[in-house]
Protein backbone atom coordinates (compact mmCIF):
# COMPACT_ATOMS: atom_id res chain seq x y z
CA UNK A 1 0.00 0.00 0.00
CA UNK A 2 1.20 3.58 -0.84
CA UNK A 3 2.30 5.60 1.69
CA UNK A 4 0.25 8.97 0.98
CA UNK A 5 2.47 11.04 3.38
CA UNK A 6 5.87 10.69 2.25
CA UNK A 7 6.95 13.99 0.09
CA UNK A 8 7.26 12.90 -3.43
CA UNK A 9 11.21 13.01 -4.58
CA UNK A 10 10.75 15.54 -7.42
CA UNK A 11 9.23 18.63 -7.35
CA UNK A 12 9.89 21.07 -10.08
CA UNK A 13 10.26 24.71 -8.52
CA UNK A 14 10.48 27.40 -11.27
CA UNK A 15 11.90 30.81 -10.73
CA UNK A 16 10.37 33.53 -9.06
CA UNK A 17 11.04 35.69 -11.90
CA UNK A 18 9.18 33.73 -14.40
CA UNK A 19 5.43 35.44 -15.92
CA UNK A 20 2.03 34.10 -14.34
CA UNK A 21 1.51 33.05 -17.89
CA UNK A 22 4.79 30.98 -18.49
CA UNK A 23 3.98 29.45 -14.99
CA UNK A 24 0.60 28.57 -15.93
CA UNK A 25 1.57 26.79 -19.01
CA UNK A 26 4.12 24.85 -17.49
CA UNK A 27 1.35 24.24 -14.44
CA UNK A 28 -0.72 22.60 -17.52
CA UNK A 29 2.61 20.56 -18.50
CA UNK A 30 4.52 19.44 -15.32
CA UNK A 31 2.22 16.01 -14.87
CA UNK A 32 2.38 14.85 -18.37
CA UNK A 33 6.55 15.92 -18.50
CA UNK A 34 7.01 14.19 -15.18
CA UNK A 35 5.52 11.09 -16.39
CA UNK A 36 7.27 11.63 -19.39
CA UNK A 37 10.37 11.98 -17.70
CA UNK A 38 10.09 8.96 -15.16
CA UNK A 39 9.69 10.97 -12.48
CA UNK A 40 6.27 10.16 -11.36
CA UNK A 41 6.52 6.33 -11.86
CA UNK A 42 10.02 6.79 -9.29
CA UNK A 43 7.78 8.64 -6.97
CA UNK A 44 4.94 6.11 -6.98
CA UNK A 45 7.17 3.22 -6.26
CA UNK A 46 9.03 5.32 -3.81
CA UNK A 47 5.57 4.99 -2.16
CA UNK A 48 5.38 1.88 -1.63
CA UNK A 49 8.19 1.27 0.28
CA UNK A 50 7.23 0.45 3.61
CA UNK A 51 7.44 3.43 6.09
CA UNK A 52 9.71 2.30 8.92
CA UNK A 53 12.17 1.42 6.80
CA UNK A 54 15.36 3.54 7.00
CA UNK A 55 18.92 2.83 6.28
CA UNK A 56 20.25 -0.58 4.87
CA UNK A 57 16.36 -1.66 5.60
CA UNK A 58 15.29 0.99 3.16
CA UNK A 59 18.21 0.31 0.85
CA UNK A 60 17.22 -3.50 0.72
CA UNK A 61 13.61 -2.09 0.05
CA UNK A 62 14.12 0.06 -2.62
CA UNK A 63 15.85 -2.21 -5.05
CA UNK A 64 13.63 -4.50 -4.28
CA UNK A 65 10.49 -2.26 -5.03
CA UNK A 66 12.52 -1.35 -8.62
CA UNK A 67 13.43 -4.65 -9.32
CA UNK A 68 17.19 -4.08 -9.01
CA UNK A 69 19.72 -6.66 -8.50
CA UNK A 70 23.36 -6.73 -8.35
CA UNK A 71 26.02 -9.75 -8.69
CA UNK A 72 29.41 -9.63 -7.01
CA UNK A 73 31.82 -12.56 -6.35
CA UNK A 74 32.20 -13.88 -2.77
CA UNK A 75 36.18 -13.53 -4.02
CA UNK A 76 35.71 -9.89 -4.38
CA UNK A 77 33.69 -9.03 -1.21
CA UNK A 78 36.29 -10.37 1.01
CA UNK A 79 38.47 -7.68 -0.14
CA UNK A 80 36.74 -4.87 1.34
CA UNK A 81 38.78 -4.87 5.02
CA UNK A 82 36.27 -5.28 7.62
CA UNK A 83 37.75 -2.75 10.31
CA UNK A 84 39.87 0.40 10.11
CA UNK A 85 39.51 3.22 7.91
CA UNK A 86 39.00 2.60 3.92
CA UNK A 87 38.05 4.42 1.20
CA UNK A 88 35.97 3.26 -1.60
CA UNK A 89 36.08 4.51 -5.11
CA UNK A 90 33.52 3.86 -7.86
CA UNK A 91 32.82 5.03 -11.70
CA UNK A 92 29.79 6.34 -11.79
CA UNK A 93 27.82 4.85 -14.69
CA UNK A 94 24.23 5.10 -13.97
CA UNK A 95 24.02 8.68 -11.72
CA UNK A 96 21.79 7.10 -8.93
CA UNK A 97 21.20 2.94 -8.72
CA UNK A 98 25.35 2.59 -7.81
CA UNK A 99 24.76 4.75 -4.66
CA UNK A 100 22.09 2.71 -3.89
CA UNK A 101 23.93 -0.70 -4.50
CA UNK A 102 27.04 0.97 -3.00
CA UNK A 103 25.35 1.40 0.37
CA UNK A 104 23.93 -2.07 0.72
CA UNK A 105 26.98 -3.80 -0.40
CA UNK A 106 29.31 -1.90 2.31
CA UNK A 107 26.43 -2.53 4.75
CA UNK A 108 26.26 -5.95 4.41
CA UNK A 109 30.31 -6.13 5.03
CA UNK A 110 30.44 -3.44 7.62
CA UNK A 111 28.22 -1.43 9.96
CA UNK A 112 29.99 1.85 10.26
CA UNK A 113 29.61 3.06 6.27
CA UNK A 114 28.83 6.27 4.88
CA UNK A 115 28.25 7.27 1.00
CA UNK A 116 29.51 10.67 -0.25
CA UNK A 117 26.59 11.43 -2.33
CA UNK A 118 24.35 14.34 -4.41
CA UNK A 119 23.07 17.06 -2.30
CA UNK A 120 20.03 16.26 -4.50
CA UNK A 121 19.02 13.01 -2.24
CA UNK A 122 18.55 14.63 0.87
CA UNK A 123 15.04 14.55 -0.73
CA UNK A 124 14.98 10.92 0.60
CA UNK A 125 15.27 11.10 4.03
CA UNK A 126 15.86 7.49 4.51
CA UNK A 127 18.85 7.72 3.40
CA UNK A 128 20.26 10.48 5.35
CA UNK A 129 22.07 7.48 7.86
CA UNK A 130 24.20 6.40 5.36
CA UNK A 131 25.12 9.49 3.14
CA UNK A 132 26.59 12.70 3.17
CA UNK A 133 25.76 15.22 1.18
CA UNK A 134 27.97 17.19 -1.39
CA UNK A 135 27.62 19.95 -4.15
CA UNK A 136 29.26 18.47 -7.25
CA UNK A 137 28.17 20.93 -9.65
CA UNK A 138 30.81 23.39 -9.06
CA UNK A 139 28.76 26.17 -8.38
CA UNK A 140 29.90 29.39 -6.72
CA UNK A 141 28.43 28.25 -3.44
CA UNK A 142 29.43 24.94 -3.68
CA UNK A 143 32.85 25.33 -1.89
CA UNK A 144 31.53 26.80 0.84
CA UNK A 145 28.63 24.36 1.17
CA UNK A 146 31.17 21.68 0.86
CA UNK A 147 33.07 22.06 3.78
CA UNK A 148 31.07 20.84 6.54
CA UNK A 149 30.36 17.54 4.64
CA UNK A 150 34.21 17.47 4.27
CA UNK A 151 34.81 17.55 7.44
CA UNK A 152 32.54 14.73 8.05
CA UNK A 153 33.73 12.82 5.72
CA UNK A 154 37.43 13.20 7.70
CA UNK A 155 35.88 13.05 11.06
CA UNK A 156 33.97 9.46 9.84
CA UNK A 157 37.85 7.85 8.27
CA UNK A 158 39.48 9.25 11.72
CA UNK A 159 37.20 7.00 13.53
CA UNK A 160 38.14 4.21 11.27
CA UNK A 161 34.90 4.24 9.18
CA UNK A 162 34.10 2.97 5.63
CA UNK A 163 33.53 6.19 3.01
CA UNK A 164 31.94 5.16 -0.45
CA UNK A 165 33.23 7.90 -2.61
CA UNK A 166 31.94 8.20 -6.54
CA UNK A 167 35.31 10.73 -7.30
CA UNK A 168 33.99 11.77 -10.66
CA UNK A 169 31.04 13.81 -9.08
CA UNK A 170 28.81 13.95 -12.01
CA UNK A 171 28.04 10.75 -14.50
CA UNK A 172 29.22 8.51 -16.86
CA UNK A 173 29.29 10.23 -20.53
CA UNK A 174 29.69 9.99 -23.77
CA UNK A 175 33.47 12.15 -24.54
CA UNK A 176 35.51 12.34 -27.42
CA UNK A 177 39.26 11.27 -26.69
CA UNK A 178 41.81 10.86 -28.67
CA UNK A 179 39.57 11.26 -31.29
CA UNK A 180 37.54 7.63 -30.11
CA UNK A 181 34.38 8.40 -28.81
CA UNK A 182 34.01 6.20 -24.97
CA UNK A 183 31.41 6.38 -22.57
CA UNK A 184 33.45 7.18 -19.07
CA UNK A 185 33.73 9.19 -16.18
CA UNK A 186 35.08 12.79 -16.26
CA UNK A 187 38.02 13.35 -14.66
CA UNK A 188 37.97 12.46 -10.78
CA UNK A 189 37.79 14.63 -8.34
CA UNK A 190 41.73 15.11 -6.66
CA UNK A 191 40.00 16.30 -2.70
CA UNK A 192 38.87 12.63 -2.40
CA UNK A 193 42.73 11.97 -2.95
CA UNK A 194 43.57 14.79 0.03
CA UNK A 195 41.30 13.03 2.04
CA UNK A 196 42.98 9.48 1.70
CA UNK A 197 46.07 11.25 2.47
CA UNK A 198 44.89 13.24 5.16
CA UNK A 199 43.96 10.55 7.01
CA UNK A 200 45.72 7.53 6.06
CA UNK A 201 43.03 5.73 4.64
CA UNK A 202 42.92 2.39 2.86
CA UNK A 203 41.68 2.64 -0.27
CA UNK A 204 39.71 -0.30 -2.21
CA UNK A 205 38.93 0.34 -6.04
CA UNK A 206 35.56 -0.70 -7.64
CA UNK A 207 33.79 -0.76 -10.79
CA UNK A 208 30.36 -0.79 -11.88
CA UNK A 209 29.90 -2.81 -15.22
CA UNK A 210 27.42 -0.35 -17.64
CA UNK A 211 26.07 2.99 -18.52
CA UNK A 212 23.28 4.42 -19.72
CA UNK A 213 21.26 4.27 -23.13
CA UNK A 214 22.24 6.17 -26.22
CA UNK A 215 19.92 8.60 -26.02
CA UNK A 216 21.31 9.79 -22.96
CA UNK A 217 24.36 10.33 -24.67
CA UNK A 218 23.77 11.63 -27.60
CA UNK A 219 21.28 14.09 -25.99
CA UNK A 220 24.06 14.93 -23.27
CA UNK A 221 26.49 16.06 -26.30
CA UNK A 222 23.36 18.57 -27.25
CA UNK A 223 23.48 19.98 -23.97
CA UNK A 224 24.27 18.43 -20.19
CA UNK A 225 20.73 19.74 -18.57
CA UNK A 226 18.86 17.50 -21.12
CA UNK A 227 21.49 14.49 -20.07
CA UNK A 228 20.79 15.27 -16.12
CA UNK A 229 16.61 15.27 -17.07
CA UNK A 230 16.92 12.06 -18.51
CA UNK A 231 18.54 10.66 -15.74
CA UNK A 232 14.93 9.46 -13.61
CA UNK A 233 14.16 7.22 -17.26
CA UNK A 234 17.73 5.65 -16.71
CA UNK A 235 16.96 4.95 -13.31
CA UNK A 236 13.92 3.19 -14.20
CA UNK A 237 15.21 1.02 -16.94
CA UNK A 238 17.86 -0.78 -15.17
CA UNK A 239 16.10 -3.60 -13.72
CA UNK A 240 16.15 -5.98 -16.67
CA UNK A 241 19.23 -7.62 -15.36
CA UNK A 242 21.74 -7.73 -12.53
CA UNK A 243 24.57 -5.06 -12.52
CA UNK A 244 27.58 -6.39 -12.40
CA UNK A 245 30.08 -5.15 -9.83
CA UNK A 246 33.85 -5.65 -9.61
CA UNK A 247 35.73 -5.22 -6.64
CA UNK A 248 39.68 -4.48 -6.21
CA UNK A 249 42.45 -5.70 -3.79
CA UNK A 250 42.66 -3.11 -1.29
CA UNK A 251 45.70 -0.41 -2.01
CA UNK A 252 47.28 0.35 1.49
CA UNK A 253 48.06 3.41 2.65
CA UNK A 254 52.23 2.86 2.78
CA UNK A 255 51.71 2.61 -1.02
CA UNK A 256 49.84 5.48 -1.96
CA UNK A 257 52.12 7.67 0.63
CA UNK A 258 55.13 6.39 -1.42
CA UNK A 259 54.03 7.77 -4.46
CA UNK A 260 53.06 11.05 -3.38
CA UNK A 261 56.46 11.54 -2.01
CA UNK A 262 58.18 14.31 -3.59
CA UNK A 263 55.34 14.87 -5.74
CA UNK A 264 54.55 18.58 -6.11
CA UNK A 265 50.63 17.80 -7.26
CA UNK A 266 50.73 14.42 -5.17
CA UNK A 267 46.36 14.44 -5.12
CA UNK A 268 46.18 14.80 -8.91
CA UNK A 269 48.40 11.63 -9.18
CA UNK A 270 46.93 9.81 -6.90
CA UNK A 271 43.64 10.16 -8.10
CA UNK A 272 44.43 9.56 -11.70
CA UNK A 273 46.09 6.39 -10.72
CA UNK A 274 42.64 5.22 -8.63
CA UNK A 275 40.68 5.79 -11.13
CA UNK A 276 43.23 3.95 -13.54
CA UNK A 277 42.29 0.84 -11.04
CA UNK A 278 38.60 1.07 -10.60
CA UNK A 279 38.96 0.98 -14.77
CA UNK A 280 41.32 -2.04 -15.04
CA UNK A 281 38.61 -3.71 -13.14
CA UNK A 282 36.25 -3.55 -16.56
CA UNK A 283 38.74 -5.24 -18.30
CA UNK A 284 37.72 -8.57 -16.47
CA UNK A 285 34.61 -8.19 -18.27
CA UNK A 286 35.99 -8.16 -21.56
CA UNK A 287 36.77 -11.00 -23.67
CA UNK A 288 40.28 -12.69 -23.51
CA UNK A 289 41.07 -11.97 -26.97
CA UNK A 290 40.03 -10.24 -29.93
CA UNK A 291 39.04 -13.44 -32.18
CA UNK A 292 39.02 -16.90 -31.19
CA UNK A 293 40.64 -18.04 -34.60
CA UNK A 294 41.47 -21.22 -33.38
CA UNK A 295 37.56 -22.37 -33.12
CA UNK A 296 36.92 -20.69 -36.48
CA UNK A 297 36.75 -23.08 -39.42
CA UNK A 298 39.56 -23.85 -41.28
CA UNK A 299 39.18 -24.18 -44.68
CA UNK A 300 36.31 -26.39 -45.34
CA UNK A 301 36.46 -28.24 -42.54
CA UNK A 302 36.69 -26.88 -38.62
CA UNK A 303 39.92 -27.31 -36.77
CA UNK A 304 41.16 -30.58 -36.93
CA UNK A 305 40.52 -34.02 -34.60
CA UNK A 306 43.67 -34.86 -32.05
CA UNK A 307 45.61 -38.21 -33.69
CA UNK A 308 44.56 -40.84 -31.30
CA UNK A 309 46.96 -41.67 -28.47
CA UNK A 310 50.29 -43.71 -29.04
CA UNK A 311 50.22 -47.18 -27.50
CA UNK A 312 51.78 -47.07 -24.34
CA UNK A 313 53.81 -50.58 -24.22
CA UNK A 314 55.60 -49.44 -28.41
CA UNK A 315 56.40 -45.86 -26.15
CA UNK A 316 57.76 -47.95 -23.33
CA UNK A 317 59.60 -50.21 -25.59
CA UNK A 318 61.44 -47.37 -27.79
CA UNK A 319 62.45 -45.19 -24.73
CA UNK A 320 63.93 -48.44 -23.21
CA UNK A 321 66.35 -48.44 -26.56
CA UNK A 322 67.47 -45.20 -26.25
CA UNK A 323 71.09 -45.18 -25.29
CA UNK A 324 72.33 -44.59 -21.91
CA UNK A 325 73.35 -41.04 -22.09
CA UNK A 326 69.77 -40.15 -23.15
CA UNK A 327 68.47 -40.42 -19.61
CA UNK A 328 69.22 -37.42 -17.31
CA UNK A 329 68.03 -38.55 -14.19
CA UNK A 330 65.65 -40.71 -12.51
CA UNK A 331 63.02 -39.70 -9.36
CA UNK A 332 60.75 -42.18 -8.33
CA UNK A 333 58.78 -43.30 -11.44
CA UNK A 334 59.58 -40.71 -13.52
CA UNK A 335 62.26 -40.76 -15.87
CA UNK A 336 63.80 -37.46 -17.20
CA UNK A 337 65.60 -37.96 -21.02
CA UNK A 338 66.78 -36.21 -24.08
CA UNK A 339 67.07 -37.01 -27.43
CA UNK A 340 67.06 -36.47 -31.04
CA UNK A 341 63.49 -36.75 -33.41
CA UNK A 342 65.42 -40.15 -35.10
CA UNK A 343 65.43 -41.81 -31.70
CA UNK A 344 62.14 -41.69 -30.54
CA UNK A 345 59.44 -41.30 -33.29
CA UNK A 346 56.58 -42.73 -31.68
CA UNK A 347 57.41 -40.99 -28.52
CA UNK A 348 57.85 -37.65 -30.62
CA UNK A 349 54.23 -37.81 -32.20
CA UNK A 350 52.93 -38.24 -28.97
CA UNK A 351 54.56 -35.47 -27.64
CA UNK A 352 52.71 -33.59 -30.76
CA UNK A 353 49.45 -35.04 -29.89
CA UNK A 354 49.96 -34.04 -26.25
CA UNK A 355 51.26 -30.85 -27.05
CA UNK A 356 48.20 -29.98 -29.16
CA UNK A 357 45.71 -30.89 -26.74
CA UNK A 358 47.55 -29.07 -24.15
CA UNK A 359 47.29 -25.61 -25.73
CA UNK A 360 43.82 -25.86 -26.97
CA UNK A 361 42.63 -26.10 -23.57
CA UNK A 362 44.30 -22.31 -22.48
CA UNK A 363 43.03 -20.87 -26.19
CA UNK A 364 46.44 -22.21 -28.10
CA UNK A 365 47.30 -24.43 -30.37
CA UNK A 366 48.25 -24.90 -34.38
CA UNK A 367 44.36 -26.34 -34.82
CA UNK A 368 46.45 -29.26 -36.64
CA UNK A 369 45.73 -32.98 -35.67
CA UNK A 370 48.96 -33.15 -34.29
CA UNK A 371 51.38 -30.00 -33.05
CA UNK A 372 54.62 -30.84 -35.05
CA UNK A 373 56.45 -28.73 -37.03
CA UNK A 374 59.90 -28.63 -39.22
CA UNK A 375 61.87 -27.59 -36.54
CA UNK A 376 60.88 -30.93 -34.17
CA UNK A 377 62.83 -33.28 -37.18
CA UNK A 378 66.74 -31.39 -35.91
CA UNK A 379 65.58 -30.10 -32.71
CA UNK A 380 66.10 -31.93 -29.12
CA UNK A 381 63.74 -33.23 -27.45
CA UNK A 382 63.56 -33.32 -23.73
CA UNK A 383 60.86 -34.86 -21.71
CA UNK A 384 59.17 -36.72 -18.57
CA UNK A 385 58.46 -40.86 -18.45
CA UNK A 386 56.34 -41.87 -16.04
CA UNK A 387 57.31 -45.45 -16.24
CA UNK A 388 54.45 -47.22 -13.89
CA UNK A 389 52.23 -45.15 -16.06
CA UNK A 390 53.75 -45.52 -19.35
CA UNK A 391 52.87 -41.87 -20.35
CA UNK A 392 54.53 -38.81 -21.29
CA UNK A 393 54.10 -35.99 -18.75
CA UNK A 394 55.73 -33.51 -20.32
CA UNK A 395 58.14 -31.85 -22.41
CA UNK A 396 60.66 -29.31 -23.98
CA UNK A 397 62.22 -28.59 -27.33
CA UNK A 398 65.78 -27.96 -27.38
CA UNK A 399 67.73 -26.39 -30.34
CA UNK A 400 71.81 -25.88 -30.17
CA UNK A 401 72.18 -22.35 -32.07
CA UNK A 402 75.78 -23.47 -33.17
CA UNK A 403 74.80 -26.43 -34.76
CA UNK A 404 71.62 -25.00 -36.18
CA UNK A 405 73.18 -22.35 -38.03
CA UNK A 406 76.42 -23.51 -39.10
CA UNK A 407 74.36 -26.17 -40.59
CA UNK A 408 71.10 -24.20 -41.68
CA UNK A 409 71.37 -20.33 -41.14
CA UNK A 410 69.58 -18.22 -39.33
CA UNK A 411 66.11 -19.60 -41.19
CA UNK A 412 66.70 -22.97 -39.28
CA UNK A 413 65.48 -21.25 -35.63
CA UNK A 414 62.03 -21.60 -34.88
CA UNK A 415 62.28 -18.02 -33.38
CA UNK A 416 62.94 -17.07 -36.37
CA UNK A 417 59.64 -16.99 -37.57
CA UNK A 418 58.37 -14.66 -34.49
CA UNK A 419 61.32 -12.07 -34.46
CA UNK A 420 63.56 -10.17 -37.10
CA UNK A 421 66.91 -11.25 -35.54
CA UNK A 422 70.05 -9.13 -36.38
CA UNK A 423 73.39 -11.27 -36.95
CA UNK A 424 74.75 -9.32 -33.99
CA UNK A 425 71.98 -10.32 -31.51
CA UNK A 426 72.81 -13.66 -33.03
CA UNK A 427 76.42 -13.66 -32.29
CA UNK A 428 76.11 -12.41 -28.62
CA UNK A 429 74.77 -15.06 -27.37
CA UNK A 430 75.57 -18.16 -29.03
CA UNK A 431 76.82 -20.94 -28.27
CA UNK A 432 73.10 -20.69 -26.68
CA UNK A 433 70.22 -22.99 -26.39
CA UNK A 434 66.75 -22.28 -27.59
CA UNK A 435 63.66 -23.54 -25.53
CA UNK A 436 59.89 -23.88 -26.59
CA UNK A 437 56.90 -25.43 -27.37
CA UNK A 438 57.08 -26.60 -23.28
CA UNK A 439 53.94 -28.12 -21.62
CA UNK A 440 52.65 -30.40 -18.70
CA UNK A 441 49.70 -32.52 -19.89
CA UNK A 442 46.38 -31.81 -18.22
CA UNK A 443 46.37 -34.34 -15.58
CA UNK A 444 49.45 -33.27 -14.23
CA UNK A 445 49.73 -29.43 -14.03
CA UNK A 446 47.95 -29.37 -10.57
CA UNK A 447 51.39 -30.29 -9.14
CA UNK A 448 54.61 -27.58 -9.48
CA UNK A 449 56.78 -31.23 -9.49
CA UNK A 450 56.71 -31.66 -13.72
CA UNK A 451 57.89 -28.58 -14.44
CA UNK A 452 60.59 -28.84 -11.66
CA UNK A 453 61.77 -32.08 -13.64
CA UNK A 454 61.61 -30.30 -17.07
CA UNK A 455 64.14 -27.88 -15.68
CA UNK A 456 66.47 -30.00 -13.42
CA UNK A 457 66.24 -31.99 -16.36
CA UNK A 458 67.39 -29.04 -18.45
CA UNK A 459 69.83 -28.41 -15.97
CA UNK A 460 71.59 -32.07 -16.02
CA UNK A 461 71.84 -31.33 -19.82
CA UNK A 462 73.51 -28.06 -19.16
CA UNK A 463 75.89 -29.38 -17.22
CA UNK A 464 77.13 -31.94 -19.41
CA UNK A 465 77.06 -29.59 -22.04
CA UNK A 466 78.32 -26.11 -20.31
CA UNK A 467 79.24 -24.78 -23.39
CA UNK A 468 75.67 -23.46 -23.57
CA UNK A 469 75.41 -20.82 -20.74
CA UNK A 470 72.56 -18.63 -22.57
CA UNK A 471 69.01 -19.70 -22.56
CA UNK A 472 66.48 -18.14 -25.48
CA UNK A 473 63.33 -18.62 -26.52
CA UNK A 474 59.36 -17.01 -26.86
CA UNK A 475 57.48 -17.94 -23.52
CA UNK A 476 53.79 -17.77 -23.90
CA UNK A 477 51.38 -15.10 -22.72
CA UNK A 478 48.50 -17.51 -23.12
CA UNK A 479 45.00 -16.65 -23.75
CA UNK A 480 43.19 -17.50 -20.60
CA UNK A 481 44.74 -14.04 -19.66
CA UNK A 482 42.62 -10.98 -20.50
CA UNK A 483 43.89 -8.71 -23.22
CA UNK A 484 44.51 -5.66 -20.84
CA UNK A 485 46.91 -8.12 -18.90
CA UNK A 486 48.31 -9.14 -21.51
CA UNK A 487 48.86 -5.81 -23.01
CA UNK A 488 50.35 -5.02 -19.56
CA UNK A 489 52.56 -7.38 -18.63
CA UNK A 490 54.05 -6.70 -22.21
CA UNK A 491 53.90 -2.97 -21.61
CA UNK A 492 55.97 -3.76 -17.83
CA UNK A 493 58.45 -5.95 -19.23
CA UNK A 494 59.33 -3.95 -22.48
CA UNK A 495 59.78 -1.07 -20.16
CA UNK A 496 61.46 -2.08 -16.68
CA UNK A 497 63.32 -5.64 -17.68
CA UNK A 498 64.52 -5.31 -21.00
CA UNK A 499 68.03 -5.37 -21.94
CA UNK A 500 68.22 -2.10 -24.13
CA UNK A 501 71.07 -3.20 -26.22
CA UNK A 502 69.86 -6.45 -26.80
CA UNK A 503 66.12 -6.15 -27.41
CA UNK A 504 67.34 -2.83 -30.23
CA UNK A 505 68.91 -6.38 -32.12
CA UNK A 506 65.23 -7.83 -32.11
CA UNK A 507 61.55 -6.81 -33.19
CA UNK A 508 58.61 -9.14 -33.72
CA UNK A 509 57.18 -10.16 -36.97
CA UNK A 510 53.53 -8.94 -35.60
CA UNK A 511 53.96 -6.07 -33.21
CA UNK A 512 50.92 -6.09 -30.37
CA UNK A 513 48.69 -3.07 -30.54
CA UNK A 514 48.13 -1.43 -27.63
CA UNK A 515 45.59 0.82 -26.40
CA UNK A 516 46.35 4.25 -25.33
CA UNK A 517 44.62 3.99 -21.69
CA UNK A 518 46.44 0.73 -20.84
CA UNK A 519 50.27 1.86 -22.03
CA UNK A 520 49.04 5.15 -19.51
CA UNK A 521 47.93 2.54 -16.96
CA UNK A 522 50.78 0.58 -17.14
CA UNK A 523 53.21 3.21 -17.03
CA UNK A 524 51.47 5.12 -14.21
CA UNK A 525 50.51 2.05 -11.81
CA UNK A 526 53.38 -0.41 -12.68
CA UNK A 527 56.91 0.42 -11.21
CA UNK A 528 57.30 -3.04 -9.92
CA UNK A 529 56.65 -6.81 -10.11
CA UNK A 530 54.19 -6.92 -6.93
CA UNK A 531 51.91 -3.69 -8.63
CA UNK A 532 51.84 -5.35 -12.08
CA UNK A 533 50.91 -8.86 -10.07
CA UNK A 534 48.47 -7.02 -8.03
CA UNK A 535 46.96 -5.59 -11.64
CA UNK A 536 46.72 -8.81 -13.11
CA UNK A 537 45.13 -9.79 -9.83
CA UNK A 538 42.42 -7.37 -10.19
CA UNK A 539 41.57 -8.17 -13.72
CA UNK A 540 41.65 -11.61 -13.79
CA UNK A 541 38.27 -13.56 -12.23
CA UNK A 542 40.31 -16.08 -11.03
CA UNK A 543 43.02 -13.97 -9.63
CA UNK A 544 45.97 -15.27 -11.32
CA UNK A 545 49.17 -13.32 -11.66
CA UNK A 546 52.91 -13.76 -13.80
CA UNK A 547 52.72 -17.18 -15.94
CA UNK A 548 53.94 -19.99 -13.72
CA UNK A 549 56.62 -20.53 -16.95
CA UNK A 550 57.27 -17.05 -17.13
CA UNK A 551 57.69 -16.76 -13.33
CA UNK A 552 60.48 -19.46 -13.57
CA UNK A 553 62.52 -17.74 -16.46
CA UNK A 554 62.22 -14.24 -13.80
CA UNK A 555 63.75 -16.50 -11.24
CA UNK A 556 66.84 -17.24 -13.50
CA UNK A 557 67.04 -13.89 -14.35
CA UNK A 558 65.65 -13.86 -17.48
CA UNK A 559 64.71 -10.62 -19.41
CA UNK A 560 62.29 -10.00 -22.13
CA UNK A 561 63.00 -8.17 -25.14
CA UNK A 562 60.02 -8.10 -28.09
CA UNK A 563 56.34 -9.16 -27.71
CA UNK A 564 55.07 -11.37 -31.24
CA UNK A 565 51.13 -12.29 -31.58
CA UNK A 566 51.67 -15.42 -33.51
CA UNK A 567 48.63 -15.64 -35.59
CA UNK A 568 49.46 -19.12 -36.44
CA UNK A 569 49.21 -19.99 -32.52
CA UNK A 570 45.38 -18.63 -31.68
CA UNK A 571 47.03 -15.35 -31.83
CA UNK A 572 49.52 -16.06 -28.97
CA UNK A 573 51.68 -13.17 -27.38
CA UNK A 574 55.46 -14.63 -27.37
CA UNK A 575 57.90 -12.78 -25.54
CA UNK A 576 61.14 -13.36 -26.31
CA UNK A 577 63.31 -13.97 -22.98
CA UNK A 578 67.39 -14.62 -22.21
CA UNK A 579 68.55 -15.95 -19.54
CA UNK A 580 72.14 -15.59 -18.34
CA UNK A 581 72.84 -18.75 -16.72
CA UNK A 582 76.24 -16.79 -15.49
CA UNK A 583 74.05 -14.06 -13.87
CA UNK A 584 71.37 -16.27 -12.53
CA UNK A 585 71.24 -16.65 -8.61
CA UNK A 586 73.52 -19.22 -7.39
CA UNK A 587 70.87 -21.06 -5.30
CA UNK A 588 68.50 -21.21 -7.97
CA UNK A 589 70.90 -22.92 -9.95
CA UNK A 590 72.30 -25.06 -7.47
CA UNK A 591 68.51 -26.06 -7.19
CA UNK A 592 68.48 -27.41 -10.67
CA UNK A 593 72.23 -28.42 -11.01
CA UNK A 594 73.36 -29.87 -7.80
CA UNK A 595 75.60 -28.67 -5.80
CA UNK A 596 78.43 -30.74 -7.80
CA UNK A 597 76.88 -30.01 -11.74
CA UNK A 598 76.96 -26.19 -10.02
CA UNK A 599 80.85 -26.28 -9.37
CA UNK A 600 81.44 -27.99 -12.72
CA UNK A 601 79.81 -25.58 -14.64
CA UNK A 602 81.12 -22.76 -13.06
CA UNK A 603 84.48 -24.22 -12.94
CA UNK A 604 84.07 -24.45 -16.65
CA UNK A 605 83.64 -21.05 -17.29
CA UNK A 606 86.37 -20.54 -14.96
CA UNK A 607 84.58 -19.25 -11.95
CA UNK A 608 85.83 -21.75 -9.59
CA UNK A 609 83.85 -23.80 -6.97
CA UNK A 610 81.00 -22.61 -5.54
CA UNK A 611 80.83 -21.89 -1.86
CA UNK A 612 77.86 -21.24 0.58
CA UNK A 613 77.32 -17.29 0.95
CA UNK A 614 78.99 -16.78 -2.63
CA UNK A 615 77.84 -13.82 -4.56
CA UNK A 616 74.53 -14.35 -6.42
CA UNK A 617 75.44 -12.32 -9.87
CA UNK A 618 78.78 -13.41 -10.49
CA UNK A 619 80.87 -11.96 -13.50
CA UNK A 620 79.65 -12.58 -17.05
CA UNK A 621 81.35 -15.83 -18.63
CA UNK A 622 83.30 -15.86 -21.59
CA UNK A 623 82.21 -19.39 -23.69
CA UNK A 624 83.83 -21.78 -24.63
CA UNK A 625 83.63 -25.44 -26.37
CA UNK A 626 82.66 -28.72 -25.28
CA UNK A 627 85.90 -30.17 -23.67
CA UNK A 628 85.20 -33.40 -24.50
CA UNK A 629 82.35 -33.62 -21.56
CA UNK A 630 79.44 -36.13 -22.47
CA UNK A 631 76.69 -34.89 -24.58
CA UNK A 632 73.12 -36.26 -24.55
CA UNK A 633 72.07 -37.44 -28.26
Known amino acids: MADTTRKPIFDIQLPTTVSPVLRGLFGLAQAPLCRMLGMSRIDEIYATITPDAVGRDFVDAALKAFHFSYRVSDEDMARIPESGPVVVVANHPFGGLEGLILAGLLASRRPDVKIMANFLLQRIPELSEFFIFVDPFGSSNAAKQNIRPLKESLGHLRRGGILGVFP????????????????????????????????????????????????????????????????????????????????????????????????????????????????????????????????????????????????????SDEIAALPQECRLFQSGEFSVLCAEAGQLPLVLREIGRLRELTFRRVGEGSGKACDLDPFDAYYLHLFIWNEKNREVVGAYRIGRTDEILSRMGQRGLYTDTLFVLKERFLRHISPALEMGRSFVRPEYQKSYSPLLLLWKGLARFVVHNPTYKILFGPVSITNEYKTASRQLIARYFKEQNALPELARLVRPRTPLKEQHWLKNAARTLVTDLDDLVDLLADIESDQKGIPVLLRQYLKLGGKLLAFNVDHEFADALDGLIVVDLLRTDRKQLERYMGKDGLARFLDFHGLGPVHAGHDANGPEGTGGTGGGLPRCA
Open 168 to 315: AGEVSHLQFKNRRPTVSDPAWNASVARIILKTGATVVPMFFEGNNSRLFQLLGLVHPRLRTALLPREFLNKGDKPIEVRIGAPIPFSRLEQMAEGEENADELIIRCLRLRSYLLGARGAKSRPRPKLFLPKGPGRQEALIPAADPHLL
